[in-house]
């Protein structure tokens, strides 16, 4: 599959202005396709998703943003990062870029920021882009079931959260990323280094213990968040790397009896990062979902069906 170096990749985005501050944005539009967000994971940025980029050109235009407090987006210092703010900033985005219909392709954190766009769907108060469709990836989506590494679980501590962060070196980085890839499937070099600087710009890394405050929110908003999986009628997929020490095969488990398995896909021998590990893989599964959901193709052409070019 073809794959953007990270300078390509920025190159190819935008800073587009908000009031918390400016956010990364890149976009691949074509107004006939259906609008694909892709929300990225903790502590990386939308650059994960380039393995996929082109191909899923071919059948959704694109929208994928660097989260607040992530890669090129703005990190407010102090800052006290919530979930619902980012899912706010996703749809505020949505909303800018016209897109009332949209699907989702979601990892890890991003799988969190999904399931509180899919609790917005059952609120008919506001009017808010309409949510069609959303394929998990790696993530703690069932608390019950998550397994935060060591430095996690430090990050997340008061005292010790902001020392780890400020004595975060680039090998300790690698170490930690390699533990969570599969076995045979280990991160290559330039990724490491990709997400090294991602990480490092305008000191990110200092913001990663308010971050982390997202799996404290996890446990708190269960209610919300697995019971929108349980309640929103929309169609969802779960494509699991079965040998993630995180959220594995014992994720999947929880999927399958909350949820059923007819849109579960397991990748045996893949880690926490599928769209890096297995790209075609996870595409493979990806398109198997929208194809029997019958979520491929042109839409109707009205303006809000789709994101408008400018």
């Not at 908000?18 to 990364?24: A, R, S, V, W």
């Not at 703010?85 to 969190?112: F, K, M, N, P, S």
């Not at 400020?166 to 330039?190: M, V």
């Amino acid at each position: 599959m073809a794959f953007f170096e990270l300078r390509d990749w920025r190159e190819g985005g935008e800073r587009v202005a908000t009031p918390l501050g400016p956010l990364f944005v890149r976009r691949q539009v074509e107004p006939r396709l259906p609008v694909l967000l892709l929300i990225h994971g903790f502590p990386s940025a939308s650059w994960d998703w380039a393995p996929l980029w082109e191909s899923l050109s071919n059948e959704f235009s694109l929208v994928a943003l660097d989260l607040l407090g992530f890669g090129d987006s703005a990190k407010p210092r102090g800052h006290r990062y919530s979930i619902a703010e980012q899912a706010e900033l996703c749809e505020w985005l949505l909303r800018r870029e016209a897109a009332w219909d949209y699907h989702v392709l979601a990892h890890d954190y991003g799988d969190t920021v999904a399931q509180e766009l899919l609790a917005r769907q059952l609120d008919k108060r506001k009017p808010r882009p309409s949510l069609r469709s959303v394929v998990f990836l790696n993530g703690g989506l069932f608390p019950e079931t998550h397994r935060p590494r060591l430095v996690q679980r430090a990050l997340a501590l008061p005292l010790l959260g902001p020392l780890v962060a400020r004595s975060t070196s680039k090998a300790r980085f690698a170490a930690s990323l390699t533990a969570i890839f599969g076995k045979d499937t280990p991160p290559d070099p330039a990724v490491i280094d990709g997400l090294w600087i991602l990480l490092r710009t305008n000191n990110g890394h200092l913001a990663l213990p308010k971050l982390i405050r997202y799996m404290a929110e996890r446990r708190k908003q269960r209610a919300r968040w697995v019971g929108a999986l349980e309640k929103v009628p929309v169609p969802m997929a779960f494509i699991n790397g079965s040998a993630d020490p995180v959220s594995g095969e014992h994720a999947a488990a929880r999927w399958r009896e909350l949820l059923g398995d007819d849109d579960l896909y397991e990748l045996k021998g893949i880690g926490h990062y599928p769209q890096l590990e297995a790209p075609e893989q996870v595409l493979a599964s990806a398109l198997a979902f929208w194809s029997r959901h019958r979520l491929l193709g042109p839409v109707d052409p009205r303006p809000t069906a789709s994101i408008t070019t400018r």
